[in-house]
């Protein structure tokens, strides 16, 4: 019984390199989740302030907007496991600061967002070169596999992070949520120290002779390279638009939509808002085990333009649900095909993108993903003043299935692998 289980483990896990890099995920991630209530409640304690929250928030989206390319090029240019340590060691001890200045009574809103804007700026370094690493822990036919396994971590961290928070609070107070998180940078860093991981190509060799400005231009050089690169590639340019369109539409309903659902239309309290969490976590990890067992029969293009117009469709029945059960439902169907999205994009551009250029391509990615979340955000918050929330799901949910049937319309997008 116990070697069968140490083998379906094993296959899961793929190998040892790629657990490793699962396990850290799993537990920064959660902490991550830890950092973002703590953070709100925190930054309401110190103001007073919804709309200086709200500021605070998106603090964390801007870096990536901002320098998310050039992150990429870094990831390009340096060696990617050493980035990846760096930027877990910076985080831990950055956040440290946090319950130290509050006991201090030094703590401010202008200092946590400041906080929350350097670690995002470390998140547009780390994500890339983790994303590009994969590509060289397991064999090319085993990408999807892989990439399902490291999408799990988030799914994990979301019914892990609120869960832990919830039972901490009483007991430690808010500002300990912050140690916590620090502890999660520090346990991943030790676990990515573990992987074992050739590069190949001299873009992972260091260059140390070169001087911070000499850095500096020949990054902005890379990022350059880059962009030329997925203009001429159909492919990838399609893949940029598509996702950042499809992110306009969905993302702000999905996070600042679904709680004024639960207020205004359902009007149920903020603990009933917590536990829509927990249908979005269920739903994707159920379906990322179905697309690991079905998705190698489809090409990655197409089944990540079914997901986008499924992603979109999945929303339209919100327009008349009427009952907490039923919107339960609902998210954990909708959830079942964000998979469908998550996991082809980044097996796709391993597939397709040479080497050198993968740490570019990821980061232009994150750009049209968080950057244009944060847009949609906004976007949310201001036509929600104006149509009932549920209406506006019906809006999106059309003009996302619109997004993904026009991707269908480019045939180098639609034919690649």
Avoid at 21 to 31: C, P, R, Y
Avoid at 264 to 291: N, R, S
Avoid at 295 to 317: E, N, Y
Avoid at 331 to 339: E, K, M, Q, T
Wanted: net charge positive; with cysteine.
């Amino acid at each position: 019984m116990w070697s069968k289980l140490r083998e379906t483990f094993k296959r899961i896990l793929v190998n040892r390199n790629l657990a490793y890099l699962w396990l850290g995920q799993v537990i920064s991630q959660a902490g991550d989740s830890v950092y973002e209530i703590g953070l709100l409640w925190l930054m309401l304690e110190i103001s007073g302030s919804k709309s200086q929250t709200g500021l605070v928030a998106m603090s964390g989206y801007l870096p990536t907007l901002l320098f998310g390319m050039l992150g990429g090029a870094l990831a390009d240019r340096f060696h990617r496991k050493r980035l990846m340590l760096l930027a877990d060691a910076a985080r831990g001890v950055l956040v440290l600061f946090i319950p130290l200045l509050y006991y201090l009574n030094g703590l401010n809103g202008l200092l946590l967002g400041l906080f929350t804007f350097v670690l995002a700026m470390f998140n547009t370094v780390f994500n890339p070169a983790r994303d590009a690493t994969i590509a060289h822990l397991v064999e090319k036919e085993q990408l999807l596999q892989a990439n399902s396994l490291v999408q799990t971590s988030w799914q994990f961290a979301l019914l892990l992070g609120p869960a832990l928070a919830g039972l901490l609070i009483p007991l430690v107070g808010i500002v300990h949520l912050f140690n916590v998180d620090a502890l999660t940078f520090f346990l991943s860093f030790w676990f990515i120290s573990r992987i074992v991981v050739k590069y190949p190509g001299s873009s992972q060799k260091t260059t140390d002779r070169l001087s911070l400005k000499e850095h500096f231009l020949a990054s902005l050089r890379d990022v350059r390279e880059g962009l030329r690169y997925a203009r001429d590639d159909r492919r990838i340019w399609a893949l940029l638009w598509v996702t950042a369109i499809d992110n306009i539409f969905i993302m702000g309903p999905a996070i600042v939509g679904t709680p004024i659902f639960v207020r205004e239309i359902l009007h149920e309290t903020a603990d009933k808002y917590a536990f829509t969490q927990i249908a979005f976590a269920v739903g994707m990890l159920t379906g990322t085990v179905l697309l690991n067992m079905l998705g190698k029969r489809f090409r990655h293009s197409q089944v990540l333009l079914w997901g986008i117009v499924l992603d979109g469709l999945t929303f339209l029945p919100l327009l008349w649900v009427r009952s907490f059960t039923a919107m339960f439902i609902t998210l954990a169907v909708h959830s079942l095909v964000i998979p469908m999205i998550i996991i082809p994009r980044p097996t796709l551009i391993q597939k397709i993108v040479p080497p050198h250029l993968q740490g570019r391509i990821f980061s232009m990615i994150s750009v049209a993903v968080v950057g244009f979340t944060a847009i949609s955000m906004a976007l949310t918050g201001v036509v929600s003043e104006w149509i009932p929330i549920n209406r506006l799901y019906a809006m999106i949910a059309v003009l996302a299935a619109g997004c993904g049937a026009a991707g269908w319309l480019i045939k180098d997008f639609r034919t690649a692998p």
